[in-house]
């Protein structure tokens, strides 16, 4: 039973660097966009400029 709070950094850390990466990979995929219409994949990857929305749309894809 000791050993869970340990377990739940590791978990927390993991997550933490997975959604470091996915904003990363969200501001990449907005920047390569061809912003032409339609413009779906724009239009989500911008509101992935948002942190906590970033770290999830980074790892979806929308087409360009």
């Known amino acids: 039973m000791r050993n869970i709070p340990g377990i ?4 927390i850390v993991c997550m933490l660097i997975l959604g470091v990466v996915g904003y990363g990979k969200n501001f990449i995929k907005l920047i390569s966009c ?15 400029i ?13 087409g360009k």
């Open 50 to 62: 948002v942190p906590a929305v970033g770290g999830i749309t980074g790892w979806l894809d929308f």
């Open 8 to 11: 739940l950094i590791i978990i």
């Open 34 to 48: 061809d912003f032409e219409a339609p413009y779906k994949a724009e239009i989500i990857h911008g509101i992935g």
